[in-house]
């Protein structure tokens, strides 16, 4: 009897506050390309692109040890938030290869703020805008992994399908406009910012959008809630998604 490795499979996930000034490396990596204009303010946008950036991730292990993980590239970005609670940023990786664990590392900290519940705007979608009750943005970079003869480890993933980009929603029930909007297919560009008190804007693009899932029961006392889901397209000018954010970092890929 024997045994040996069929391949190296690294990767993982990881759960983060949702900043104002701080995410710009994960959006970028998460989509693909970013823009900066102006001057303090900074406008950073991040679009879609098919070529992806890797990073190299170092996890703290306690006050230990650390490992550093190599050729990560983001499979999925999901935003999300509700009212009461935080916005989250959840990443999940697919990597390369990963170091022997050694000693721990010294972290530095940004100062950049966080984005909270109570800073959303209402969300605008087909002319009308809706009070939000929760939002859970997904992207799907639709990533796989290389295995090939000679090596244990995956080359660079690719694209392997139809990238997606879906903003799940929960709203109280006001109208059936969007109710409507699901039976007549009706396509709008969906948008919700986010702003602080120091004017930081924080700003979700949904593209040629349209509802591809609808449900408001009846089935408790109380304020009826309505369930949708968006998906955002591209219309051969502007890509499915598009985040937007404003703040005092030239850099749009500051940590």
């Given at each position: 009897?024997?045994?040996?490795?069929?391949?190296?499979?690294?990767?993982?996930?990881?759960d983060?506050?949702?900043?104002?000034?701080?995410?710009g490396?994960?959006?970028?990596?998460a989509?693909?390309?970013?823009?900066?204009?102006g001057?303090?303010p900074?406008?950073?946008?991040?679009?879609a692109?098919?070529d992806l950036?890797?990073?190299?991730?170092?996890?703290?292990?306690?006050?230990g040890?650390?490992?550093?993980?190599?050729?990560?590239?983001i499979s999925?970005?999901?935003i999300?938030g509700a009212?009461?609670?935080?916005?989250?940023?959840s990443?999940?990786?697919?990597?390369?290869?990963?170091?022997?664990?050694?000693?721990?590392?010294?972290?530095?900290?940004?100062t950049?703020?966080?984005?909270?519940?109570?800073?959303a705007?209402?969300?605008?979608?087909?002319?009308n805008?809706?009070?939000?009750?929760?939002?859970e943005?997904?992207?799907?970079?639709k990533?796989?992994r290389?295995q090939v003869?000679?090596q244990?480890?995956?080359?660079?993933p690719?694209?392997?399908?139809?990238r997606?980009?879906?903003l799940?929603?929960?709203?109280?029930?006001?109208?059936?406009?969007?109710y409507?909007?699901?039976?007549n297919?009706t396509?709008?560009?969906?948008?919700i910012?986010?702003?602080n008190?120091?004017?930081?804007?924080?700003s979700?693009?949904?593209?040629?959008?349209?509802?591809?899932?609808?449900?408001?029961?009846?089935n408790?006392?109380?304020?009826?809630?309505?369930?949708?889901?968006?998906?955002?397209?591209?219309d051969?000018?502007?890509?499915?998604?598009?985040?937007e954010?404003s703040?005092?970092?030239?850099?749009?890929?500051?940590?």
């Amino acid at each position: 009897t024997g045994h040996f490795d069929n391949f190296l499979v690294v990767g993982g996930s990881v759960d983060l506050p949702l900043l104002y000034e701080g995410s710009g490396m994960i959006l970028k990596a998460a989509l693909g390309a970013a823009a900066t204009t102006g001057a303090g303010p900074y406008l950073h946008t991040y679009t879609a692109a098919t070529d992806l950036p890797s990073l190299s991730v170092i996890q703290q292990r306690g006050t230990g040890s650390s490992e550093k993980f190599l050729g990560c590239m983001i499979s999925t970005l999901t935003i999300s938030g509700a009212a009461g609670e935080e916005v989250m940023m959840s990443v999940e990786f697919i990597a390369q290869d990963a170091d022997a664990r050694t000693s721990a590392v010294s972290s530095s900290f940004g100062t950049g703020r966080q984005v909270f519940h109570y800073e959303a705007g209402s969300l605008s979608f087909g002319g009308n805008t809706y009070k939000v009750k929760s939002f859970e943005l997904t992207v799907d970079n639709k990533l796989e992994r290389r295995q090939v003869l000679g090596q244990k480890t995956t080359l660079e993933p690719v694209i392997s399908d139809v990238r997606e980009a879906m903003l799940n929603l929960t709203l109280e029930m006001e109208d059936n406009n969007l109710y409507t909007a699901q039976l007549n297919d009706t396509t709008s560009d969906a948008v919700i910012h986010f702003t602080n008190s120091d004017s930081d804007v924080f700003s979700i693009y949904l593209n040629a959008a349209y509802v591809t899932d609808y449900s408001d029961p009846i089935n408790t006392f109380g304020a009826i809630e309505r369930t949708l889901t968006l998906m955002g397209e591209s219309d051969g000018t502007d890509e499915a998604i598009k985040i937007e954010v404003s703040n005092q970092q030239s850099s749009a890929v500051a940590n």
